[in-house]
């Protein structure tokens, strides 16, 4: 099968991301039980104070993984990417089944054996840890069950801010489009859902079972579990300090991450750590200015317009020098261009461009109001994206554009889902697929030369980093990185080992 085959190829790898994954969600969950249980006995005695609170993590509840991460990111303490942020939304995710199962495992004992314990002359503390919290223990495993087997599915989203774990693989292939690497991310992760989701079961029967003689030796028993997977899971996770590359999540942002990554690995002998598809511009750039990552490419059009709102250039000197004054000013570096231009291309079919005549931008206003347009979320929003395209070349499409990402929508154009999308002109399922990309006569977009940027700090730290990707400038064309797009999309190959192929005919 070809997913055991990836899985012998990438072992080291793949223990690795499984460690990550499982680290989060029991770190996250130990958190949510120490702060969850609490909570759902306060719930249970105070339901004014209860009603409220619970109220509350309902609400946090509803909020989608995507966007929580979003909210958290600017965050001071318990944000930016990576580990933090992820382990936070968990616990946030975490707390409602805890706390409502808490509660009501509480709420459901007998009134007669609390009289009882009274009755004894235990005190109100006492009652609580060696009654009321035994009984209701059943009840709080389910709850505790409920949150890992959602945190073990959420972690998976959480590789899009560079948390680690086996969503990197679901977000590679998606970025490749290639269903044996989602599958090599989803089936662990999945299997990792039903262990959890088992084990728990199993002490939460065990528990029901043994309410009174075998609550101590059964919930001891699971603790040492959670401990054990705990220390292990720890142990695989490198800890050393490395330079943190990172990189947006599509295809050419993934091989230029790993050319910049293996570059400072060959000419400058320093140990890397990859955060990969980590999401879009502003993702990556808060990142850098962060110090959370010390290397990511970027391209200067969207520097120019996305990052620093400036006004739209068409001069390639301008533009660098306007982002270099502008980066500098926010502590980050930017190194010489690597020697292509990855502008925006707007993208039909090569039959529909065939039969229409269709070569130019200003010719599709007069066919666009039968056609379906696609574009990526930042093309939608941009100063320098579609409703700037649209004002300059008169488009109304037959509907409001579709919202789609941008691993998928070259495909979609090509399955004649769309009719129009807009891409990356150095793509390499362009060719592969047929499409056609028309030229923009009225020369509507800046130029996106692709520069790397480099955390000014790490920079001081490590002087040999800027010689290392300085053997980078002016070494890629536009050609080069076409055929590395469509080896990994088309060919289906590890952008590793199209990176490192491209190196070695570096001299």
Known sequence: MPVVAFWRAHASELGELLAQHVVLVLASTLVAVAVGVPLGVLAARRPRIGGPLTALAGIVQTIPSLALFGFLLPLPFIGGIGARTAVTALILYALLPIVRTTSAGLRSIDRAILEAADAMG??????????????????????????????????????????????????????????????????????????????LLFVERALTARRRT?????????????????????????????????????????????????????YAALPVDRRLNLGGTFICDRALRAGEVDVYVEYS?????????????????????????RYADGGVTQRRPLGFDNTFAILVRGRDARALGLTRL??????????????????LEREDGYPG????????????????????IY??????????????????????????????????FPPYDAIPLVHTATLLRYPQLG?????????????????????????RRDPSDVAREFLDTLR
């Open 214 to 266: 075998g609550v101590r030796k059964a919930a001891a028993a699971a603790v040492a579990v959670i401990a054990v997977a705990g220390v292990g899971a720890f142990a695989l996770v490198p800890r050393e300090a490395r330079v943190v590359v990172g990189s947006k999540n599509f295809t050419e942002q993934v091989i230029l991450g790993e050319i910049v990554a293996q570059a400072i690995e060959r």
């Open 122 to 199: 235990m005190t109100p503390r006492q009652r609580l840890v060696q009654v009321e919290l035994p009984l209701a223990l059943p009840a709080i495993v389910a709850g505790i069950r409920v949150a890992t087997v959602v945190g073990v599915g959420t972690v998976t989203i959480a590789a899009a801010i560079g948390a680690g774990g086996l969503g990197e693989y679901i977000y590679r292939g998606l970025s490749m489009v290639d269903a044996t690497v989602i599958l090599a991310g989803a089936i662990p992760a999945a299997g990792l859902a039903l262990a959890a989701d088992g084990l």
């Open 301 to 325: 059009g969207t520097a120019l317009t996305a990052v620093f709102r400036e006004p739209v250039s068409r001069d390639p000197a301008h533009v660098l020098e306007v982002t270099r004054r």
């Open 467 to 491: 010689s290392a990707l300085d053997r980078l400038a002016g070494r890629i064309d536009a050609d080069a990185m076409r055929r590395m797009n469509l080896e990994v999309d088309g060919r």
């Open 389 to 408: 395209l649209a004002a300059a070349y008169g488009l109304r499409f037959r509907e409001p554009p579709r919202v789609m990402d941008l691993t998928l």
């Open 411 to 444: 495909r979609a154009l090509a399955d004649g889902k769309v009719d129009v999308v807009a891409g990356d002109a150095t793509a390499g399922l362009i060719a592969a697929l047929d499409l056609v990309a028309l030229v923009d006569d009225r020369r509507y």
């Open 362 to 379: 200003s010719q599709l206003p007069a066919h666009a109001p039968a056609w379906r347009a696609a574009f990526g979320y930042e093309f």
